[in-house]
């Protein structure tokens, strides 16, 4: 099983709103990402996270705030976000944050696609 | 360059090869991978080589690998109408926390009947 899961697969949102996307994989993997990605371009890192704690965060503005709650769970918490922040969010997974090895390889989410309006 | 850089548009006709290359920029990159992303849905891993390999095959897909020149080639045989889509390789690059992946721009593959 290789699947990482996302919800919601759509987010229409204001503003002024507060919403939260969600991320879920159950095959042992202990290093989760975010991705942002714009229309005909590759994704874009965001945060890294490894054993539950932020290892990476690519200055991400704070009105993105991701959490890892366990070791299957990502979310990231979305507040008066602007029109720009519209994409497509990638969440992915990998066994671990090690250099060098298989282990690297990452399983992606289908993606929530995020509409600020 | 500092860029992995690929191009970006490729149409071929249906039962044709189709052949998506991409030029990477850390020769210490352990593994490769391409990647294809169907419209509107996540990135789907295809396959990966190992950088000691000149080449693998899996079914309808050959990866070439040449290291002296960090080239990196996907080979579709009997390419279909399903093939359609962006097709983004990657290459992981070391820093202070491990191994990050670094994306193409992408492929877009068109295939025509």
């Known amino acids: 099983d290789t699947e990482v899961t996302q919800t919601p697969k759509h987010l229409v949102m204001g503003m002024t709103n507060k919403k939260s996307l969600k991320c879920e994989q159950h095959?042992?993997?202990?290093?989760m990402y975010w991705y942002k990605q714009k229309a005909k371009k590759p994704p874009e890192l965001m945060f890294v996270y490894s054993y539950e704690k932020l290892s990476i965060n690519e200055s991400v503005p704070s009105r993105f705030s991701p959490e890892c709650p366990n070791s299957s769970l990502l979310n990231l918490h979305l507040h008066a976000l602007q029109p720009e922040d519209s994409a497509l969010y990638l969440c992915?997974?990998?066994?671990?944050?090690?250099?060098?090895?298989?282990?690297?390889?990452?399983?992606f989410g289908p993606g929530t696609r995020l509409t600020v309006l | 360059g500092e860029d992995v850089e690929q191009s970006l548009f490729l149409s071929v006709r249906e039962g044709d090869s189709s052949v998506i290359n991409c030029t990477y920029t850390?020769?210490?990159?352990?593994?490769l991978y391409w990647y294809k992303q169907e419209p509107g849905a996540g990135l789907q891993l295809l396959t990966y080589?190992?950088?000691?390999?000149d080449m693998k095959q899996d079914q309808r897909l050959t990866v070439l690998l040449n290291k002296k020149d960090k080239h990196l080639s996907l080979r579709i045989a009997d390419t279909q109408t399903g093939d359609s889509a962006i097709y983004f390789c990657a290459e992981t690059k070391s820093d202070n926390y491990g191994q990050n992946f670094v994306f193409g721009p992408g492929t877009r593959l068109s295939v025509l009947p």
């Open positions: 992915a997974s990998s066994q671990g944050l090690i250099a060098g090895g298989l282990r690297d390889t990452q399983y």
């Open positions: 080589i190992f950088s000691n390999m």
């Open positions: 850390d020769s210490s990159s352990t593994y």
């Open positions: 095959m042992g993997h202990r290093a």
